[in-house]
Nanobody, 132 residues
Framework: QVQLTEYGGDSVMAGGSLRLSCVFS????????MGWIRQLPGKNRERVAGIDSDGVVDYADSVKGRFTISKDSAKNLLYLQMNNLTASDSATYRC??????????????????????????WGQGTQVTVSS
């Protein structure tokens, strides 16, 4: 099974930056999605960013231009670079993983942003607090 653990959450001022890291282990499969998801109490989870095994990325509209997802598979690391942080970015951030079909053009679950397909493995979460 895939296991993931996040690091890097902190308290920062608005306009600041943070880089979250996620170390993963286990068999991630040849075709998969990895992503960052955030949640505040009483609020639905939001898929912030995703990246597939081919390096194709996607972002929530709320973070486009500010956040960058990347990974270093050789080091078993997933990153989320967060710039120009605002108070609305405050949340618990979790990294996650799921397999996907070999063909990214598959109409079902082929794309990491397909909300019909839930992530299967999750990290424990790391807290980000942004003060204005």
């Amino acid at each position: 099974q895939v296991q993931l653990t996040e690091y890097g959450g902190d308290s920062v001022m608005a306009g600041g930056s943070l880089r979250l890291s996620c170390v993963f282990s286990g068999d991630t499969h040849s075709h998969h999605c990895m992503g960052w998801i955030r949640q505040l109490p009483g609020k639905n989870r939001e898929r912030v960013a995703g990246i597939d095994s081919d390096g194709v990325v996607d972002y929530a509209d709320s973070v486009k231009g500010r956040f960058t997802i990347s990974k270093d598979s050789a080091k078993n690391l997933l990153y989320l670079q967060m710039n120009n942080l605002t108070a609305s970015d405050s949340a618990t951030y979790r990294c996650a993983w799921r397999p996907r079909p070999a063909d990214p053009a598959s109409p079902f679950c082929g794309r990491c942003q397909d909300l019909r397909c839930e992530y299967n493995r999750w990290g424990q979460g790391t807290q980000v607090t942004v003060s204005s």
